[in-house]
């Protein structure tokens, strides 16, 4: 007979587990995201993700740029997001235009 997982308790004790394992380390957290274009979807994961950013304590960036930037443009703006010794983290969302090699701007980013 299957046994049927309740995932939302199971979440919930990881969130915990999360929240107290990052207030307790002693390091201040920053998400920054980085969404090119505005898509209808992404945008509603953005809204989750800085959701649960702010939720486990980490603070939470959105970085939007528009859909015409150029490749050399994107790669300078994630330069400056590598050079921010606040920023511990970096989320490409996705979808990019696919005038921009999204492989490139990936393998930019210096920061987890």
């Known amino acids: 007979m299957a046994t049927i997982l ?14 107290e394992d990052i207030s307790n380390s002693g390091i201040k957290s920053k998400l920054v995201a980085v969404q090119i ?7 509603i994961y953005v809204n989750n993700q800085k959701k649960q950013a702010l939720e486990l ?8 740029f528009a859909d015409n930037i150029t490749q050399e443009q994107i790669e300078k703006e994630i330069d400056e997001i590598n050079n921010d010794d606040t920023v511990t983290a970096v989320i490409i ?7 921009l090699s999204f492989d490139s701007i990936i393998d930019r980013k210096s920061v987890v």
């Open 37 to 43: 274009g505005k898509h209808s979807t992404s945008e």
């Open 57 to 64: 304590g980490i603070e939470y960036e959105l970085r939007v």
């Open 6 to 19: 309740k995932c939302k308790p199971f979440a919930e004790q990881i969130k915990t587990r999360l929240q």
């Open 93 to 99: 969302q996705t979808p990019v235009p696919q005038k």
